[in-house]
């Protein structure tokens, strides 16, 4: 099986208002959904504990495996089309104009600044996503006051007293409160009357962020809560409506089932694809220059599991939502590059699938003059991510 970074699009062209890409098909993919964004944190998006912090960018249209796809202004002026093989290919010819005013993303910027797309494979289970599990179990054991269990985000701490659910976001040092009561029994009661929307608490609760779950405990001493996703029926039906994240700091006292564990591991936004390589897409006017230049600004992701002498790797489980490298592919090779790290994280830096992660300290910078470099992978060893900064000499031969 192929990951989304084996292959990347191509540019056969570029020039006002138009922009020409090619992929080469892969054929266990079936369609490829490509997004769009005007700067690099957001095309990349927001996996968990990456540092990243971007939207994600906007999804702007969908090509199936050697389709040709134009959009709108260029159907209109029937421009677009071209003669030339696309045997094994896919290809899309695009107005980046097209997807400047897509509700209040902004996927794009105006024609004359750079652009940023990636894809998200398509295959027989339909778009490559993520979003967490369709039901979830939490078994309570000597649950301690401090105990904490996030679900869709939102975090939930046990403390002595009551259920205190109102005033509150849910988020670090402004957490729901859940009353820790006399025992397991009385604690996991008590969440179930804090998830319960029918519950005396439910109120206050969806005043502050809307959870629409369903939450139960198999008996009224049980220590097992069982939550899903809301769907209108009064009963739990596994896996019949869109799944959440449900995660804990304090596995052993708030033990989840093991598919819920994992999901809380690798999910930080429910609908956040797993999409492959950035491909940066430069101004019209960028062509027009003999040794045209390009300046980039980013931040390499933290919890890649990159590490220092190790080649670039990528998790084949497309269903793992897991921080993987940022992959930059530029349009044509560089003669010169400049990466700089700009944070105060070290960055780790490979010119290549195939070249070893190399360290690149806190406030440093290499440079490269080889005339061959078509694409970077960065990471980041700490935690919180490393902002970089590259400056490159791009060659049209």
């Not at 600004?297 to 990159?306: D, K, L, R």
Request: aromatic content about 8%.
């Amino acid at each position: 099986m192929s990951a989304p970074f084996d292959t990347y699009f191509g540019l056969s062209q570029r020039s006002k208002n138009l922009v020409e890409m090619y992929r080469h098909n892969q054929p266990e993919v079936l369609a490829y959904q490509l997004w769009a964004s005007s700067q690099i944190n957001n095309i990349y998006g927001n996996a968990l504990n990456s540092g990243v912090g971007g939207s994600g960018g906007a999804a702007v249209f969908t090509v199936p495996r050697d389709g040709f796809f134009r959009s709108a202004a260029l159907r209109r002026k029937g421009l677009g089309m071209f003669e030339n093989n696309r045997r094994g290919q896919t290809t899309v010819v695009v107005d980046p104009e097209d997807f400047i005013v897509l509700g209040a993303n902004l996927p794009l910027d105006i024609d004359e600044k750079w652009m940023f797309f990636t894809a998200q494979e398509q295959r027989a289970a339909g778009l490559l996503t993520y979003d967490g599990v369709p039901q979830a179990e939490v078994t309570l054991t000597g649950v301690l006051a401090g105990d904490q269990i996030t679900i869709k985000g939102l975090i939930f701490e046990f403390a002595a007293g009551a259920n205190a659910l109102g005033g509150t976001t849910g988020q670090p040092a402004n957490e729901f409160i859940v009353g820790l009561g006399a025992g397991d029994a009385a604690a996991a009661a008590n969440l179930v009357l804090a998830l319960n929307d029918a519950a005396d608490v439910g109120a206050s609760l969806d005043a502050e962020a809307v959870l629409l779950l369903h939450t139960f405990a198999p008996a009224a001493v049980g220590t097992t809560v069982t939550i899903q996703p809301e769907d209108g029926t009064p009963a739990l039906v596994p896996g019949n409506i869109g799944a959440f994240a449900i995660s804990t700091s304090d596995a052993g006292r708030l033990a989840l089932d093991a598919d819920s564990l994992a999901a809380g591991a690798l999910v930080s936004q429910p609908g956040q694809p797993v999409k492959g390589s950035i491909y940066c897409v430069p101004p019209a006017s960028f062509f027009g220059m003999p040794q045209p230049t390009l300046a980039l600004v980013a931040t390499a992701p933290s919890g890649t599991g990159a590490a220092l002498g190790a080649l670039p790797t990528f998790d084949e489980d497309l269903s793992n939502a897991a921080p993987r490298p940022m992959h930059l592919v530029f349009p044509r090779p560089l003669t010169a590059i400049t990466i700089t790290n700009t944070s105060g994280n070290d960055l780790l830096v490979a010119l290549g699938a195939g070249a070893p992660w190399v360290n690149l300290a806190t406030l440093t910078e290499m440079s490269l003059f080889s005339g061959s470099t078509k694409e970077i992978f960065v990471a980041c060893p700490d935690a919180g991510g490393a902002g970089f900064r590259i400056h490159g000499v791009c060659g049209l031969g």
